[in-house]
């Protein structure tokens, strides 16, 4: 039989309230990651913040080259979207005229000679 208030709901949902709400305050959740960092035994504290602080290391150094590789992207974007920038404005010019090379400095004159 499943107990009931006096609006005849059940309380089992109580708990899982109450739960929620207890992961949701903060101060409750500081002290949950304390004492998993620093448990009954000093030693096993001691080496889960070496633990940590390797991890930390390690995704700093990960941090780095991936900042590294991302401004280099960027940079390779950048080139990339001037490149098309300048194929794109070169499609919308007009064919120049046509030249048969240099000209000559005494030409003929035009026409049709007469003697």
């Known amino acids: 039989m499943l107990n009931r208030n ?4 059940s ?6 309230t109450a739960r929620f709400v207890w992961s949701m305050n903060p101060l ?7 004492q998993e960092l620093y448990p009954a035994g000093t030693r096993a504290g001691a080496q889960r913040i070496e633990q940590l602080e390797r991890e930390k290391a390690g995704l700093a150094q990960d941090n ?5 590789e991302h401004q280099g992207l960027e940079e390779e974007v950048k080139k ?6 300048t194929a794109q404005r ?5 064919a120049a005229s046509f030249s048969r090379g240099t000209l000559k400095s005494h ?4 026409g049709h000679r007469v003697w």
Do not use: F, M, S, V
């Open 64 to 68: 780095r080259r991936l900042a590294k």
């Open 6 to 9: 006096k609006n005849g709901h």
């Open 107 to 110: 030409p003929k004159t035009p």
């Open 11 to 16: 309380n089992k949902g109580l708990d899982k």
């Open 90 to 94: 070169a499609t919308r010019r007009q």
């Open 80 to 85: 990339l979207r001037k490149e098309l920038e």
């Open 28 to 34: 409750g959740r500081i002290r949950e990651l304390t």
